[in-house]
């Protein structure tokens, strides 16, 4: 079974600076995706970028970009510029590329932006 | 947008009632799922369903029965709750298709139960 570690529980960054949450997992597939999600206090889970496993290309969303290798099962997400908004439960998160599989969750790491 | 709707935000119920969770998808997504969220435990899934009347046991099944009726509804129920089982619970919706590239989890908003 695949699983999923997110070794920091807590991160702070200041406004305007970036900060990188890591993310490791574990798995015998060769195929799969990967997953950031972002849980702002009170407020509904959204993706907040993803990486297929086949594209050595990191992927990228604005200010949130990923460092992923494959070999070591590292999963990073980098955040710059960070903004209060950016403030959240970040989860990272497994999936396999065959039909009707589950998603994995990793613990999540809370992140505060400070003023 | 897609959406999913949990019908209860917050509950609080007694020990020994029978409690009814249920999720709604506007979006025609093959997959859905239950999970359960405690702190420092992230998510845990507690069942998923690929298909109408389908279902699958997740991690943590134990305590709870799931019901998939018709493909747009996936209702979780405790047929008997107990404390143990106080708990945010997440509802979400995928699509599924070979053609879809990384399938991407939509989520509800969350119902906050209580059980005393």
């Known amino acids: 079974a695949q699983t999923v570690t997110q070794s920091q529980p807590e991160m702070s960054v200041q406004e305007a600076e970036t900060v990188t949450l890591s993310c490791t997992y574990d798995t015998s597939e060769s195929d799969y995706y990967l997953f950031w999600y972002k849980q702002p206090p009170s407020r509904q889970m959204i993706l907040v970028i993803r990486q297929e496993a086949y594209k050595q290309q990191n992927a990228t969303e604005n200010r949130f970009s990923v460092n992923f290798q494959k070999a070591a099962k590292s999963f990073s997400l980098k955040i710059s510029d960070s903004q209060l908004g950016d403030a959240a439960m970040y989860f990272c998160a497994y999936r396999s590329r065959d039909y009707g599989q589950n998603f994995v969750f990793g613990p999540g790491t809370r992140l505060s932006v400070l003023p | 947008d897609v959406k999913v709707t949990q019908s209860s935000r917050y509950l609080v119920k007694r020990t020994g009632e029978k409690v009814f969770l249920e999720c709604v998808q506007d979006m025609d997504h093959e997959n859905m799922f239950w999970y359960r969220q405690d702190p420092g435990l992230g998510l845990r899934l507690i069942y998923f369903s690929y298909d109408v009347k389908m279902k699958e046991k997740g991690d943590i099944p134990e305590g709870y029965s799931v019901s998939r009726e018709k493909k747009e509804r996936f209702s979780l129920i405790l047929e008997s709750a107990s404390t143990n089982q106080t708990s945010m619970y997440l509802c979400?919706?995928?699509?599924?298709?070979?053609?879809?590239?990384?399938?991407?989890?939509?989520f509800g908003a969350g119902s906050r139960l209580t059980v005393l």
């Open positions: 979400a919706s995928s699509l599924e298709t070979a053609f879809s590239g990384a399938n991407v989890l939509t």
